[in-house]
T-cell receptor, first 111, second 114 residues
Framework: EDQVTQSPEALRLQEGESSSLNCSYT??????LFWYRQDPGKGPEFLFT???AGEEKEKERLKATLTKKESFLHITAPKPEDSATYLC????????????FGKGTLLTVNP | GAGVSQSPSNKVTEKGKDVELRCDPI?????LYWYRQSLGQGLEFLIY????????KSGLPSDRFSAERTGGSVSTLTIQRTQQEDSAVYLC????????????FGAGSRLTVL
């Protein structure tokens, strides 16, 4: 069974204080690993897709990396508007439609 | 439309009543998905449509849950004889195709069963 574990469950940072969120996964062949951002009362919003170990993607203050067992979402010099829940999901090689999600990391950035 | 629309945004019902949740996907998106987000839990896959067909219904929690999609567009998730454990946010998403395609989610329908 595919599993995704995210840590920490919650993270509180000061503005400008860089940190990383972790997503550990077990999956039968990885088709893709996805990062989404979810604001309160809204649906998840797509951030990145990673396909193979060693791949990295960046968007503004966010950088996602992938190994064979885990992915990291690095947040550099965060701002209060980066506060949200960050969700990680995997798609197994045997499925072309189902995503398995972790429970998310609630990030709070204080000014 | 520009995004995925879901209605109602909030629904409060009494235990035992039936509810219908509606999803209007992005025009041209052939794939449509329903997920459930319960408090403290990750998103749980419920069902997937390719066009009007649902190849995989295995995520539906019980036979009280059903879903349909018509015209390759609007989908309705129906929950019969609601129970308190059905309380959750029901999220709909659509994508251009399948594979590692990006899902665009709606804002969700929050269901509270009293």
């Amino acid at each position: 069974e595919d599993q995704v574990t995210q840590s920490p469950e919650a993270l509180r940072l000061q503005e400008g204080e860089s940190s990383s969120l972790n997503c550990s996964y077990t999956v039968s062949g990885l088709r893709g690993l996805f990062w989404y951002r979810q604001d309160p009362g809204k649906g998840p919003e797509f951030l990145f897709t990673l396909y193979s170990a060693g791949e990295e993607k960046e968007k503004e203050r966010l950088k996602a990396t992938l190994t064979k067992k885990e992915s990291f979402l690095h947040i550099t010099a965060p701002k209060p508007e980066d506060s949200a829940t960050y969700l990680c999901a995997v798609q197994a090689g045997g499925s072309n439609y189902k995503l398995t999600f972790g429970k998310g990391t609630l990030l709070t950035v204080n000014p | 439309g520009a995004g995925v629309s879901q209605s109602p945004s909030n629904k409060v019902t009494e235990k035992g009543k039936d509810v219908e949740l509606r999803c209007d996907p992005i025009s041209g998106h052939t794939a449509l998905y329903w997920y459930r987000q319960s408090l403290g839990q990750g998103l749980e896959f419920l069902i997937y449509f390719q066009g009007n067909s649902a190849p995989d219904k295995s995520g539906l929690p019980s036979d009280r849950f059903s879903a349909e999609r018509t015209g390759g567009s609007v989908s309705t998730l129906t929950i019969q004889r609601t129970q308190q454990e059905d309380s959750a946010v029901y999220l709909c998403a659509s994508s251009l195709g399948t594979g590692a395609n990006v899902l665009t989610f709606g804002a969700g329908s929050r269901l509270t069963v009293l």
